[in-house]
């Protein structure tokens, strides 16, 4: 078999919590997974990225994408949990419980390899790992918010520390199977929490446009 270069990728997954809750009926189910689905490219979309560019994969209870190589990480830290999180809250204040929905959302970083077969790399399998964590599943289960994010360390020192963003996040432990690190996790509890980072959000461009409007050419 040809060798085939590795290629740096963003890596999301996203995790529905308590998909297979007895209550879940089939049509239940289908109607959460729509959502999921939904709400994903709509996040996406709202960070600039578009979904018939990025390589995704069903994961029955969840979803697992590789965003462009070109992605702006920090426009995505910002704005995917942001625009997730109101989509969810909206679905979930029309839907019964058994039609909610609560996402795990994790994001990293790294080199992805391909084959016939689809894709692989330690980076996949540590984003798995960010997402199954039990400090933020723990946490999450005591949250009264529809969204938990979980970065890893290399992506909170590499991207979310430099966003709008970044004091909303705190280090948990990932000790999940193999492995043994560090997470940044993020929960959005309430409307408040989306509408404060989004003023950040907006003030950063701000910031930014005035940077680059003022700067000497």
Same mark, same amino acid.
């Given at each position: 078999?040809?060798?085939?270069?590795?290629?740096?990728?963003?890596?999301?997954?996203?995790?529905?919590?308590?998909?297979?809750?007895?209550?879940?009926?089939?049509?239940?189910?289908?109607?959460?997974?729509?959502?999921?689905?939904?709400?994903?490219?709509?996040?996406?979309?709202?960070?600039?990225?578009?979904?018939?560019?990025?390589?995704?994969?069903?994961?029955?209870?969840?979803?697992?994408?590789?965003?462009?190589?070109?992605?702006?990480?920090?426009?995505?830290?910002?704005?995917?949990?942001?625009?997730?999180?109101?989509?969810?809250?909206?679905?979930?204040?029309?839907?019964?419980?058994?039609?909610?929905?609560?996402?795990?959302?994790?994001?990293?970083?790294?080199?992805?390899?391909? +084959?016939?077969? !689809?894709? @692989?790399?330690?980076? =996949?399998? $540590?984003?798995? #790992?960010?997402?199954?964590?039990?400090? %933020?599943?723990?946490?999450?289960?005591?949250?009264?918010?529809?969204?938990?994010?979980?970065?890893?360390?290399?992506?909170?020192?590499?991207?979310?520390?430099?966003?709008?963003?970044?004091?909303?996040?705190?280090?948990?432990?990932?000790?999940?199977?193999?492995?043994?690190?560090?997470?940044?996790?993020?929960?959005?509890?309430?409307? +408040?929490?989306? !509408?404060? @980072?989004?003023?950040? =959000?907006? $003030?950063?461009? #701000?910031?930014?446009?005035?940077?680059? %409007?003022?700067?000497?050419?």
């Amino acid at each position: 078999m040809k060798r085939r270069a590795a290629i740096n990728r963003t890596i999301v997954v996203v995790d529905v919590e308590g998909f297979g809750d007895y209550t879940r009926i089939r049509p239940s189910q289908l109607i959460v997974r729509e959502t999921m689905y939904r709400a994903v490219r709509k996040g996406l979309r709202a960070a600039g990225v578009h979904w018939f560019r990025c390589h995704h994969v069903d994961r029955g209870d969840g979803v697992f994408i590789l965003a462009p190589t070109l992605t702006d990480k920090v426009r995505l830290v910002e704005a995917l949990p942001v625009a997730l999180a109101q989509a969810l809250r909206r679905h979930n204040s029309w839907h019964p419980p058994e039609e909610r929905i609560r996402l795990r959302l994790a994001m990293h970083a790294g080199e992805i390899a391909r +084959d016939e077969h !689809g894709v @692989t790399g330690n980076s =996949i399998n $540590l984003t798995f #790992r960010l997402a199954d964590a039990p400090e %933020l599943k723990n946490a999450f289960r005591e949250s009264p918010g529809v969204l938990a994010v979980i970065t890893s360390e290399w992506f909170y020192d590499e991207v979310v520390r430099h966003s709008s963003v970044a004091e909303s996040y705190r280090r948990v432990p990932v000790n999940v199977k193999e492995t043994s690190t560090s997470g940044w996790m993020h929960l959005l509890n309430s409307p +408040d929490d989306d !509408g404060h @980072t989004a003023r950040r =959000i907006r $003030l950063r461009q #701000r910031v930014l446009t005035w940077s680059s %409007l003022t700067r000497r050419p």
